[in-house]
């Protein structure tokens, strides 16, 4: 008889990075890095998150000063750093999370209007606050995915509602331990 408690394996589990360095940096920042790669590790594990997108060209819209960009940087991504917000980009360079040509001073969705089409593997959006234009986020970025490419977004339960706006097209997890309340990510681009 099957034991009741016994769990399928994911053949990811052996990829996700936890307790990724993060010595040098406020506690703001060691805080948020947690939290993503809990929500990391949630997604590949639960095989919503194609491991190949974590290697190649990632922009990380509304970066913040970059705690989903240093997670997705462990993973062997190329990423980009969207913010609208000149200080917290400074935060992100004086840390050396990202790399000043790669901490971009713009409006995430004019950002990615810039960008040609099928050109990034994968567009993030880490703690959105409950007014972001989330939808548009959703179709520009589709826009300038390769396929298989995907799109995650996350958000406290504030943001909610405005998240869930994006479950048709792709998963939603209500919350994950220790990290986020609300996370949705997108199937993979056809
Ligand atoms: C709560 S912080 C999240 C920072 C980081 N992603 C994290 O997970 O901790 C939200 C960030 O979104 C940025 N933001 C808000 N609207 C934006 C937009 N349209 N384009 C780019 N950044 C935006 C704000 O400046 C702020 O830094």
């Given at each position: 008889m099957q034991n009741r408690y016994s769990i399928s394996t994911s053949?990811?589990?052996?990829?996700v990075k936890l307790?990724?360095?993060?010595?040098?940096?406020d506690s703001y920042l060691q805080a948020r890095i947690k939290s993503i790669e809990y929500v990391i590790a949630t997604l590949l594990i639960n095989e919503l998150?194609?491991?190949?997108?974590?290697k190649g060209k990632a922009v990380d819209i509304?970066?913040?000063?970059g705690p989903g960009a240093w997670v997705l940087k462990q993973y062997g991504a190329d990423v980009t750093g969207v913010d609208t917000d000149r200080k917290v980009l400074d935060e992100a360079t004086k840390y050396g999370v990202l790399k000043k040509e790669k901490a971009v001073h713009q409006d995430g969705i004019e950002y990615l209007k810039g960008l040609e089409k099928n050109t990034i593997n994968l567009v993030t959006a880490f703690r959105?606050?409950?007014?972001?234009?989330a939808l548009e986020l959703y179709e520009e970025s589709t826009r300038v995915l390769k396929p298989k490419g995907q799109i995650i977004v996350t958000g406290t339960f504030d943001a909610r509602d405005l998240i869930l706006q994006l479950k048709p097209y792709g998963f939603f997890v209500d919350y994950v331990p220790n990290a986020e309340t609300s996370v949705f990510i997108s199937k993979e681009k056809k």
């Open positions: 053949p990811h589990t052996s990829m307790n990724i360095p993060t010595e040098s940096f998150l194609n491991p190949g997108n974590l509304a970066t913040g000063s959105v606050m409950h007014d972001f234009p």
